[in-house]
């Protein structure tokens, strides 16, 4: 509805209304003027006609005269709307009888009983009642009566409501005579003030149809236009200062898409880690789609003496250029009291390789460069960056910039500490953290490889297992970080005697493994000798000058000489280093025909020993303490079988996989299981306990009914026992144990996987299986203090765990500085023998 219509139907409603209150309390105000001229009208009536009555009785007259009187009274009023009637009261009829007149009614009564005179008002009518007394004269015919004494009555009546309606009739044609008046003047004030108002709405909307961009509020200017009414000034003028408020805060459509646009290349994929150099260019390509951006620079700080800079180029630039905007970035961080001045500063470029070539002078990059600058190192050590761009002449740009720099700060040292961090953790997926060798993990897979390789051509290979002789009491005398050295001395200098083609691992604490493609036994027994001189010669000094030493002792095994398959030639090399160790160590155990036999027969014999043990329960539990980090409390305990052999335990590594080799694994598992669910129930420990399970138990086919009838009938609750899966050993069965760990996650059991890190599948592991816990292989842990890859690798993994809500088992722990160290990192549990060796029973 428009405003002209609104008012014009306002001002008719307003003025009906008005004419029909008025009417409606003049009408009122009539009648209560009519009803009291009837009152005092009445009043008056009853006086005269009381005077003409005392009058004429005054004279003596008689009963006819009487009559005639009040005859002559009624008749004067008969075609009047007033009436009179006289009465005649008790004491008048005792002395002169009845005469005819209406009965009386109560008023009347009170009245000639000696009330006063009353008026009387209903409706459209007046009554006055009037009390005719008796004074002195009266006595002279009224013998009986007394002075005082009411003798009658005089009633007036009035009808008034003809009287009104006339008035009214009256007053409502003199209102309609008047109305035309009354309305032409009310359309000329409503159109005077329609006429305002929408002058007023043609200048808002001249002003607010101009306004296509934030820009435009600059020309509305509202408090300066003259609208008629003071009321209306003011609000115009308060539209201004809502003008000059928006103009300070709003933000430009053009503007958000800007933003919006940079921050849709922000997104970081699992491609931006191969190179996070290229992932910047690619960026800054993408800003330029958004706005023009020829340099961005960021800057890093690397340990506490050096700023790397990094520059990025849209074009190729200049050679003057190029040095102008070096020369200008490092003079920024000279004049910037954050850093330190005399750390040494390296410059990067990254520019495209073709390209029109860009050039730029000083003025031009100071005026439109904008950087962001940080106290501390944020992720990935980068502490500031910057970019170049006309655009930032624009103060809302400007402002819309630097929130910008802030995210891209987080997002470019994100990317490259996401980079640093994948290719760390690629590297010891493969590597062994200590020695720089291949781990276990990548051992089997090039061994399994070599056994297919030299099947299909027809060759031999030979496998050396190298173990160090008594590496134990040198950890003991000289402590862990002496016992690293010397083992890092020792694997360089074994590295050295093989061959380049040659694949050299460690398998594990002091043992190493070699695989020597293509080579006789007589060849491998003299690579085998030199590498048992070499470890030899190796000595290492501690502090003090004490001197390190050792020797070690290495089995051999030949393909297919020895066995045809990887794992039967690793268990004969084993033998055969046992072999060499019972024959006093430092040499090598080189198998004859003889001994050939006698290995097999040993293999045979221990396999079956190991059997035999299964089936006369003599493989029991340990537990292991793990404790709670941060509270300080044991709050779990790892289950390791042991196998009882004339009054000693024999560790698992020295008969698992006899038991796997048997196919026994399941039942073995079982076996360990069922003892320590009995433990637990036993001492009442409400913590968790972790139980390893083989690979291939789980591919027995009511292996899972088993394991969980077992925990049922312990009467132990499902959420305290925590499946540990081996991470190097799962690559192979992760159908079948993603499948398996989701029916054991369905049942309230938790999961844990054991040597995270090891193999090239960690991540995977994260992300297809519900895992609650990740054990940190403990290479990494022991030697954090020392290692700052190892410390980043293991804080990379609590990280990423966290984010998970992963809980971190930190394994190895053997010292009361690497537990300190654990804790400030975040880490939440550790194991180790400096929490607790392996007890027969909880809490022992």
């Known amino acids: 509805m428009r405003i002209r219509s609104f008012i014009m139907s306002a001002s008719a409603l307003v003025a009906v209304v008005f004419f029909a209150v008025g009417y409606f309390a003049i009408s009122r105000i009539l009648e209560h003027s009519v009803r009291e001229d009837a009152r005092q009208s009445s009043a008056a009536t009853a006086r005269i006609t009381f005077a003409s009555m005392y009058e004429l009785m005054s004279t003596g007259w008689n009963r006819r005269q009487a009559e005639q009187f009040l005859e002559a009274v009624r008749g004067a009023a008969r075609d009047t709307s007033t009436q009179v009637e006289i009465y005649r009261g008790p004491v008048v009829a005792r002395d002169y009888g009845d005469i005819k007149q209406p009965p009386l009614d109560e008023s009347l009564g009170r009245l000639l009983a000696g009330g006063p005179a009353t008026t009387e008002t209903s409706g459209s009518s007046v009554r006055y009642l009037m009390p005719l007394v008796a004074d002195e004269r009266c006595l002279r015919c009224h013998v009986s009566a007394r002075v005082g004494a009411t003798l009658g009555a005089i009633e007036v009546r009035q009808d008034f409501a003809a009287l009104i309606a006339?008035?009214?009739?009256d007053f409502l044609l003199w209102l309609l005579a008047i109305a035309p008046l009354a309305m032409a003047m009310a359309a000329a004030v409503v159109w005077r003030v329609n006429q305002r108002l929408e002058q007023s709405i043609e200048v808002v909307d001249a002003a607010v149809t101009q306004v296509e961009a934030v820009s435009d509020l600059r020309k509305l200017e509202f408090e300066r236009h003259d609208l008629g009414f003071d009321e209306l000034n003011r609000l115009f003028g308060h539209l201004g200062d809502l003008v000059a408020k928006l103009r300070r805060v709003a933000v430009d459509k053009e503007v958000l898409h800007f933003e919006i646009g940079l921050l849709e290349k922000f997104v970081i994929t699992s491609e931006v880690v191969r190179d996070w150099g290229d992932y910047v260019s690619r960026l800054l390509e993408d800003i330029n789609q958004v706005m023009h951006t020829p340099v961005m620079f960021s800057v890093f700080q690397v340990g506490d003496e050096m700023l790397e800079v990094e520059i990025f180029w849209s074009r190729p630039p200049d050679q003057d250029t190029r040095a102008m905007v070096e020369a200008e970035v490092r003079h920024m961080i000279d004049i910037d009291g954050r850093f330190n001045h005399s750390a040494d500063v390296a410059v990067h470029h990254h520019c495209p390789a073709q390209g029109e070539p860009l050039s730029m002078d000083l003025e031009t990059f100071v005026l439109h460069t904008k950087s962001l600058m940080v106290?501390?190192?944020?992720?990935?050590?980068?502490?500031g960056i910057g970019v170049h761009s006309e655009m930032i002449e624009d103060e809302t740009l400007r402002l819309v910039t630097d929130s910008i720099l802030s995210t891209m700060l987080n997002v470019v040292g994100s990317v490259k500490a996401i980079h640093k961090y994948t290719r760390d953790m690629e590297y010891y997926a493969t590597r062994d953290p200590l020695t720089?060798?291949?781990?276990?993990?990548?051992?089997?897979?090039l061994f399994e490889y070599e056994v297919a390789r030299a099947s299909r051509h027809g060759y031999e290979f030979a496998v050396l297992l190298v173990d160090l002789d008594n590496f134990k009491l040198i950890n003991d005398n000289f402590g862990h970080a002496a016992g690293d050295v010397y083992l890092q001395g020792v694997a360089k200098a074994m590295k050295r005697t093989l061959r380049p083609g040659d694949i050299f691992a460690r398998y594990g604490g002091d043992e190493f493994v070699a695989l020597l493609p293509e080579i006789t036994a007589e060849t491998a027994t003299a690579v085998a000798n030199r590498v048992l001189d070499a470890a030899a010669a190796v000595e290492q000094f501690t502090p003090d000058g004490s001197r390190i030493a050792g020797s070690v002792s290495i089995g051999l095994a030949v393909y297919p000489l020895h066995a045809d398959n990887a794992k039967d030639l690793?268990?004969?090399?084993?033998?055969?280093?046992y072999k060499a160790k019972g024959a006093g160590k430092h040499q090598v155990g080189v198998p004859g025909e003889q001994e050939v036999a006698e290995v097999f027969r040993d293999m045979t014999a221990t396999t079956m020993m190991v059997v035999k043990a299964i089936n006369e329960r003599r493989i029991v539990p340990f537990f292991q303490p793990i404790l709670d980090v941060r509270q300080d409390y044991v709050a779990g305990y790892e289950v390791l079988s042991r196998l009882e052999q004339d009054g000693t335990h024999l560790e698992a590594a020295r008969f698992i996989e006899y038991a796997e080799k048997a196919g026994a694994i399941h039942r073995l598992d079982t076996m360990v299981m069922e003892q320590a669910l009995r433990e637990l129930a036993r001492s009442g420990f409400a913590g968790y306990l972790f139980v390893n399970l083989s690979p291939r138990a789980l591919?027995?086919?009511?292996?899972?009914?088993?394991?969980?009838?077992?925990?049922?009938?312990a009467g132990i609750e499902p959420a305290q026992v925590v499946f540990e899966i081996t991470e190097r050993d799962t690559v192979r069965n992760i159908s079948i144990l993603e499948r398996m760990v989701n029916e054991l996650k369905l049942d309230g059991f938790k999961l844990a996987i054991d040597d995270f890190g090891s193999g090239f599948s960690s991540f995977q592991y994260l992300r297809r299986l519900p895992v609650d816990f990740v054990k940190i292989e403990g290479d990494f842990v022991v030697n954090i203090l020392n290692s700052e890859r190892d410390r980043a690798f293991v804080q990379t993994i609590w990280r990423l765990a966290a984010d998970l809500k992963i809980q971190v088992v930190a394994e190895h722990v053997e010292d009361a500085e690497v537990l300190a160290e654990l804790k400030r990192i975040g880490i939440e549990y550790a194991q180790g023998y400096h929490v607790g060796r392996p007890g027969r029973m909880i809490g022992a």
Do not use: Q, S
């Open 166 to 169: 006339t008035a009214n009739r």
């Open 375 to 383: 106290d501390r190192p944020k992720i990935g050590g980068i502490v």
């Open 436 to 445: 720089d060798l291949y781990n276990r993990r990548v051992f089997w897979e």
């Open 570 to 577: 690793f268990l004969f090399a084993d033998n055969m280093m």
């Open 699 to 713: 591919a027995v086919a009511d292996f899972l009914t088993v394991l969980k009838r077992t925990v049922a009938n």
